[in-house]
């Protein structure tokens, strides 16, 4: 037997096992696919309603200024038949080769063959026309009001991406040829992880990210010595080990968004801003949220306010013998926080020092780029959907998030994972991304009606405890970070919140990059830059051109804003006394608890 058919034979072989192994996972794939939940068609996309008014408009618009739409289509087919002939002209000189393509470059459109192989070539270029015709289309639209054309344009770019060539294994060259390469073995281990990821979400498809068995919370990720020094049915708070023999007198509380876990401020100890926090001599406290299951159904923002924030504030107080604390809140936490503190000015509680808001939204008036999903189709949806459940799914809010950078979160991960069989990244950042949380039924309602939709904060205040608080309810002195690129809370919204509150003393920051990468920016990276202005707060847009550009993190600069606010230095204190004794190590107990649904 010649070594060739030896070879052959194995191939064959290979070829065999991988059939059998498919027919395997096919069934596997079929049985998880019954388990999928049903839930409300408005939690899958807009109404039909989006698409009929554009359609409306454009067809009104067409009989209005026929010249117009044919000169849109006229372009297209001029461009669409142009390359036409020069694909079929560069094919009748003998050569296996595409027309010269001097279109920009596109990193999903990375493989060679993408240039240089006519077929491939024809595919990208065809669908780049395609996708500018679209765009051009849409953005031409002129009786639309601008709420409606911003979600045509959102909904009409995540079709026109999800139908690129590069999202299907026949037209993706880089796919093609790993299977080609591996005899198939490459698409079978894509069918494995396509099978893991939609039985793991009990028959809907959700990406994994990263290798969920590259991490261990508390072992090596969140590995900040600390300790549970108080529990509720709402959070475990956390006092951190001290690493200085002197710290500043008043302690620091920081408390992080509830939408994921407090970890991603301590991932790896190189990038923990909590490990920084300390080693800045400060003690600190931090929050873990509780994992909601639907007994916290009627669970609200007052609950939140109440159990959470002030329960946390006083026990802060009570373990350091302080008066007064600093405190922090991220994202949809620094929102919660600043109600607080509107809350405390009215009532006289002075316990709040200074507070720092990272990545925070109040003014809601412009909602940025998440605004597309905090329409009534949506939300109404959403509504129904936790009356039944009792939380809002951590899987839908994921899913949202991605949806807002589809190619980088969904379309380039899933290529990898489910075409060429490789791997998830062992990755820090992304691994905390999917370690998502529920939010309560009631809570999830509140914030989304009252705050998103209505933006009562802003306008006629958002009810505490039964009575309205403003932005101008807030007046302690604040420092505000917000980020340049941020697709969640856009830095000019975050601006025109603290705008509008009656704090005398205001600093603002704006990080370089977006809602976590900006944030979690230490100075040993030297990575991102900041923008800062003294002036007085007018409008964004003004802010922002005169503002000072420093390279480096905005870490060093709020440390000394807090160390101004932060009192004396003394001797340093260890977590755990006779009232508050240490129940666990750090990072808790809620931050691994998995409820039931």
Known sequence: ????????????????????????????????????????????????????????????????????????????????????????HALAQGELKAPADPGPKDRRFGNPLWDSHPFFNYLKQQYLMNAE???????????????????????????????????????????????????????????????????????????TLADRDAFHVGENIATAPGSVVFRNHMLELIQYT?????????????????????????????????????????????????????SYADVGMDDYIRDGYLAAINEVKQI?????????????????????????????????????LFTTLTDFSDQGEVGVFLNDDFIDGIERQVAVDGVLDKFFMSKTFSFLR?????????????????????????????????????????YLRGLCQHDEFARQGFPVFGERVRLADVK???????????HIAAWKSSFNGVRQMGSKDKTFIVSESGHIAGIVNPPSKGKYGHYTNDAQMTSADEWMQGATFTPGSWWPRWGEWLAARSGKMIAARVPGDSTNPVLA???????AAVPSL
């Open 133 to 207: 015709a679209i765009s051009g289309a849409v953005s031409g639209i002129e009786t639309l009001d601008a709420t409606d054309k911003k979600r045509i344009e959102y909904f009409s770019r995540q079709l026109v991406d999800m139908f690129s060539p590069t999202n299907f294994l026949g037209t993706n060259p880089d796919a093609l040829e790993r299977a080609v390469a591996t005899d198939g073995e490459s698409l079978v281990r894509g069918l494995e992880n396509l099978v893991r990821d939609i039985e793991s979400n009990h028959g809907d498809l959700l990406v």
């Open 320 to 356: 350091t013998g302080e008066k007064q604390i600093n405190a922090v809140g991220y994202c949809i936490a620094g929102t919660t926080l600043s109600l607080t503190l509107a809350h405390m000015q009215k009532t006289g509680d002075k316990s709040v020092k200074s507070a720092t």
């Open 406 to 446: 589809s190619n980088d979160l969904i379309y380039q991960p899933a290529i990898k994972s489910y075409m060429m069989g490789e791997a998830p990244p062992a990755f820090d950042l992304l691994f905390w991304n999917g370690d998502g949380t529920n939010l309560p039924a009631k809570m999830a309602v509140e």
């Open 1 to 88: 037997m010649t070594t060739e058919t030896k070879d052959d034979d194995a191939r064959l072989e290979r070829l065999n096992a991988n059939l059998v192994r498919v027919d395997e996972l096919s069934r596997r794939l079929a049985a998880a696919l019954t388990h999928r939940k049903q839930v409300d068609m408005s939690l899958h996309g807009p109404s039909q309603e989006v698409y009929l008014k554009a359609a409306a408009a454009y067809v009104a618009e067409m009989m209005q200024d026929p010249s117009k739409i044919i000169e849109q289509q006229v372009g297209y087919w001029g461009k669409t038949l142009k390359h036409y002939v020069q694909a079929q």
């Open 585 to 591: 190590p750090s990072p808790g107990t809620y931050v």
């Open 476 to 486: 302690v002195p604040l420092c505000a970070i917000a980020c340049e690129t941020d």
């Open 242 to 294: 001290p690493t200085t023999e002197k710290v500043h007198q008043t302690p620091l509380l920081i408390f992080p968004p509830w939408i994921n876990k407090f970890y991603i401020l301590d991932l790896k100890p190189a990038n923990s801003l909590i490990r920084w926090i300390v080693d800045q001599g400060f003690t600190l406290f931090v929050v873990s949220w509780v994992n909601p299951d639907a």
